[in-house]
Protein backbone atom coordinates (compact mmCIF):
# COMPACT_ATOMS: atom_id res chain seq x y z
CA UNK A 1 0.00 0.00 0.00
CA UNK A 2 1.31 3.79 -0.01
CA UNK A 3 1.08 4.49 3.82
CA UNK A 4 3.21 5.57 5.68
CA UNK A 5 6.52 2.82 5.99
CA UNK A 6 8.61 2.46 9.37
CA UNK A 7 11.87 0.23 9.92
CA UNK A 8 12.90 -1.56 11.67
CA UNK A 9 9.18 -2.76 13.32
CA UNK A 10 11.53 -4.60 16.13
CA UNK A 11 15.07 -2.59 17.47
CA UNK A 12 16.85 -4.44 20.36
CA UNK A 13 20.13 -2.37 21.24
CA UNK A 14 22.33 -2.62 24.06
CA UNK A 15 22.85 0.87 26.33
CA UNK A 16 25.12 2.85 24.95
CA UNK A 17 24.84 1.90 21.22
CA UNK A 18 23.37 4.10 18.48
CA UNK A 19 20.27 3.63 16.68
CA UNK A 20 18.41 4.56 13.42
CA UNK A 21 15.00 4.79 12.83
CA UNK A 22 13.47 5.13 9.02
CA UNK A 23 10.29 6.36 7.94
CA UNK A 24 8.66 6.50 4.71
CA UNK A 25 5.90 8.84 4.51
CA UNK A 26 3.03 8.93 2.38
CA UNK A 27 4.51 10.69 -1.63
CA UNK A 28 3.03 14.28 -1.51
CA UNK A 29 2.75 14.61 1.78
CA UNK A 30 5.12 17.81 3.02
CA UNK A 31 4.68 17.09 6.60
CA UNK A 32 6.25 14.78 8.56
CA UNK A 33 6.34 13.94 12.28
CA UNK A 34 8.06 11.95 15.09
CA UNK A 35 6.73 11.14 18.21
CA UNK A 36 7.81 8.99 21.49
CA UNK A 37 5.33 6.58 23.27
CA UNK A 38 5.90 5.11 26.21
CA UNK A 39 4.10 2.15 27.38
CA UNK A 40 0.42 3.26 27.98
CA UNK A 41 1.13 7.00 27.48
CA UNK A 42 0.34 9.39 25.35
CA UNK A 43 2.05 10.59 21.93
CA UNK A 44 5.12 12.98 23.18
CA UNK A 45 6.05 15.42 19.87
CA UNK A 46 9.54 15.38 19.21
CA UNK A 47 10.39 16.60 15.92
CA UNK A 48 8.00 18.52 13.03
CA UNK A 49 9.63 18.65 9.22
CA UNK A 50 7.59 20.67 7.19
CA UNK A 51 8.37 21.34 3.51
CA UNK A 52 11.76 23.46 3.28
CA UNK A 53 11.46 25.37 5.87
CA UNK A 54 13.80 24.54 9.33
CA UNK A 55 12.20 21.50 11.02
CA UNK A 56 10.54 22.25 14.83
CA UNK A 57 13.33 20.10 17.04
CA UNK A 58 11.44 21.39 20.51
CA UNK A 59 10.41 18.22 21.59
CA UNK A 60 14.05 16.26 21.37
CA UNK A 61 14.52 15.50 24.70
CA UNK A 62 18.57 15.64 24.41
CA UNK A 63 21.46 16.29 22.17
CA UNK A 64 21.58 12.55 21.86
CA UNK A 65 18.86 12.68 19.67
CA UNK A 66 19.20 14.05 15.91
CA UNK A 67 16.33 13.63 12.70
CA UNK A 68 16.99 14.61 9.09
CA UNK A 69 14.61 14.62 5.74
CA UNK A 70 16.49 14.22 3.07
CA UNK A 71 14.94 15.39 -0.25
CA UNK A 72 11.88 16.36 1.52
CA UNK A 73 10.90 12.43 1.51
CA UNK A 74 12.57 9.94 3.59
CA UNK A 75 13.56 10.55 7.25
CA UNK A 76 16.01 9.11 9.40
CA UNK A 77 15.62 9.42 13.83
CA UNK A 78 19.04 9.06 15.48
CA UNK A 79 19.91 8.08 19.02
CA UNK A 80 23.29 8.09 19.80
CA UNK A 81 24.47 6.25 23.29
CA UNK A 82 21.13 5.02 23.90
CA UNK A 83 19.93 4.44 27.42
CA UNK A 84 17.26 2.35 28.96
CA UNK A 85 14.82 5.13 29.51
CA UNK A 86 14.98 5.60 25.68
CA UNK A 87 13.06 2.53 25.49
CA UNK A 88 9.68 3.01 23.70
CA UNK A 89 7.43 3.04 20.47
CA UNK A 90 8.64 5.88 18.23
CA UNK A 91 5.91 6.75 15.67
CA UNK A 92 6.32 8.95 12.52
CA UNK A 93 3.44 10.50 10.74
CA UNK A 94 2.98 12.31 7.10
CA UNK A 95 0.78 14.64 6.25
CA UNK A 96 -0.07 17.48 3.82
CA UNK A 97 0.79 20.69 5.48
CA UNK A 98 -1.55 22.33 7.72
CA UNK A 99 -4.01 19.32 7.28
CA UNK A 100 -5.25 17.90 10.69
CA UNK A 101 -5.23 14.34 9.45
CA UNK A 102 -1.72 12.59 9.58
CA UNK A 103 -1.60 8.96 8.27
CA UNK A 104 0.92 7.12 10.85
CA UNK A 105 3.41 4.09 10.49
CA UNK A 106 2.60 1.04 12.55
CA UNK A 107 6.03 2.42 14.53
CA UNK A 108 9.21 1.07 15.77
CA UNK A 109 9.51 -0.70 19.23
CA UNK A 110 12.84 0.20 20.59
CA UNK A 111 14.15 -1.93 23.61
CA UNK A 112 17.56 -0.96 25.66
CA UNK A 113 18.64 -3.69 27.39
CA UNK B 1 7.03 17.10 25.94
CA UNK B 2 4.18 19.17 24.63
CA UNK B 3 0.85 17.86 25.38
CA UNK B 4 -2.87 18.30 25.47
CA UNK B 5 -4.41 17.38 28.88
CA UNK B 6 -7.21 14.57 29.45
CA UNK B 7 -10.09 14.37 31.68
CA UNK B 8 -10.66 10.69 32.09
CA UNK B 9 -7.69 7.76 31.77
CA UNK B 10 -10.50 5.07 31.14
CA UNK B 11 -14.13 4.67 30.52
CA UNK B 12 -15.96 1.59 30.81
CA UNK B 13 -19.60 1.59 28.54
CA UNK B 14 -21.70 -1.36 28.17
CA UNK B 15 -22.09 -2.32 24.27
CA UNK B 16 -24.79 -0.20 22.79
CA UNK B 17 -24.87 2.82 24.93
CA UNK B 18 -23.32 6.17 24.35
CA UNK B 19 -19.82 6.91 25.26
CA UNK B 20 -18.18 10.70 25.91
CA UNK B 21 -14.73 11.12 26.04
CA UNK B 22 -13.41 14.43 27.20
CA UNK B 23 -10.43 16.80 26.81
CA UNK B 24 -8.90 20.00 28.33
CA UNK B 25 -6.82 22.08 25.90
CA UNK B 26 -4.59 25.13 26.73
CA UNK B 27 -3.95 26.61 23.21
CA UNK B 28 -6.22 29.09 22.09
CA UNK B 29 -4.28 29.45 19.10
CA UNK B 30 -5.11 26.02 17.54
CA UNK B 31 -6.82 26.33 14.22
CA UNK B 32 -7.82 22.48 14.42
CA UNK B 33 -9.21 19.91 17.37
CA UNK B 34 -9.02 16.41 16.22
CA UNK B 35 -10.07 12.80 17.71
CA UNK B 36 -7.76 10.17 17.14
CA UNK B 37 -8.03 6.36 17.77
CA UNK B 38 -5.58 4.33 18.54
CA UNK B 39 -5.57 0.10 18.56
CA UNK B 40 -2.97 -1.95 20.06
CA UNK B 41 -0.38 -2.44 18.28
CA UNK B 42 -1.17 0.51 15.36
CA UNK B 43 -0.62 4.11 15.08
CA UNK B 44 -2.87 6.14 15.69
CA UNK B 45 -5.98 6.64 13.04
CA UNK B 46 -8.00 9.81 12.50
CA UNK B 47 -11.30 9.75 13.38
CA UNK B 48 -13.21 13.25 12.98
CA UNK B 49 -11.49 17.26 13.59
CA UNK B 50 -13.56 20.57 14.10
CA UNK B 51 -11.97 24.00 13.19
CA UNK B 52 -11.99 26.46 15.88
CA UNK B 53 -14.69 28.70 14.60
CA UNK B 54 -17.39 25.67 14.93
CA UNK B 55 -19.30 23.90 17.78
CA UNK B 56 -20.00 20.58 16.86
CA UNK B 57 -19.61 18.55 13.98
CA UNK B 58 -21.08 14.97 13.16
CA UNK B 59 -19.92 12.10 11.20
CA UNK B 60 -20.88 8.47 11.38
CA UNK B 61 -21.58 7.48 14.89
CA UNK B 62 -19.38 10.47 16.32
CA UNK B 63 -19.98 13.93 17.01
CA UNK B 64 -17.09 16.66 18.66
CA UNK B 65 -17.96 19.32 20.50
CA UNK B 66 -15.71 22.22 21.26
CA UNK B 67 -16.68 24.86 24.36
CA UNK B 68 -13.81 27.56 23.48
CA UNK B 69 -15.27 29.28 26.90
CA UNK B 70 -14.34 26.73 29.02
CA UNK B 71 -11.35 24.89 26.77
CA UNK B 72 -12.91 22.30 26.47
CA UNK B 73 -13.50 19.06 23.52
CA UNK B 74 -15.53 15.94 23.71
CA UNK B 75 -16.33 13.06 21.91
CA UNK B 76 -19.44 11.54 21.63
CA UNK B 77 -19.59 7.52 20.14
CA UNK B 78 -23.65 6.71 20.08
CA UNK B 79 -24.16 2.95 19.95
CA UNK B 80 -20.40 1.88 21.08
CA UNK B 81 -19.17 -1.23 19.59
CA UNK B 82 -16.71 -3.84 20.51
CA UNK B 83 -14.72 -2.37 17.93
CA UNK B 84 -14.66 0.76 19.25
CA UNK B 85 -12.65 -0.74 22.19
CA UNK B 86 -9.15 1.32 21.83
CA UNK B 87 -7.29 4.78 23.14
CA UNK B 88 -8.82 7.54 22.14
CA UNK B 89 -6.62 10.85 21.76
CA UNK B 90 -7.33 14.46 21.11
CA UNK B 91 -5.11 16.47 18.94
CA UNK B 92 -5.10 20.04 18.41
CA UNK B 93 -2.92 22.11 15.09
CA UNK B 94 -2.64 25.50 14.30
CA UNK B 95 -2.68 26.07 10.83
CA UNK B 96 0.22 28.75 10.79
CA UNK B 97 3.11 26.02 12.39
CA UNK B 98 1.51 22.77 11.12
CA UNK B 99 2.44 21.05 14.79
CA UNK B 100 0.43 18.31 15.79
CA UNK B 101 -0.07 18.26 19.50
CA UNK B 102 -1.54 15.10 21.02
CA UNK B 103 -2.95 14.43 24.59
CA UNK B 104 -2.62 11.72 27.05
CA UNK B 105 -5.10 9.79 25.68
CA UNK B 106 -8.62 7.97 26.99
CA UNK B 107 -8.73 4.20 27.09
CA UNK B 108 -12.47 2.92 25.69
CA UNK B 109 -13.57 -0.77 27.04
CA UNK B 110 -16.80 -1.48 25.83
CA UNK B 111 -18.35 -4.67 27.84
CA UNK B 112 -20.27 -7.24 26.08
Known amino acids: GAGVSQSPSNKVTEKGKDVELRCDPI?????LYWYRQSLGQGLEFLIYFQGNSAPDKSGLPSDRFSAERTGGSVSTLTIQRTQQEDSAVYLCASSTQGYSEAFFGQGTRLTVV | GESVGLHLPTLSVQEGDNSIINCAYS??????FIWYKQESGKGPQFIID?????DKRQGQRVTVLLNKTVKHLSLQIAATQPGDSAVYFCAEISSNTGKLIFGQGTTLQVKP
Open chain 2, 50 to 54: IRSNM
Open chain 1, 27 to 31: SGHTA
Open chain 2, 27 to 32: NSASDY
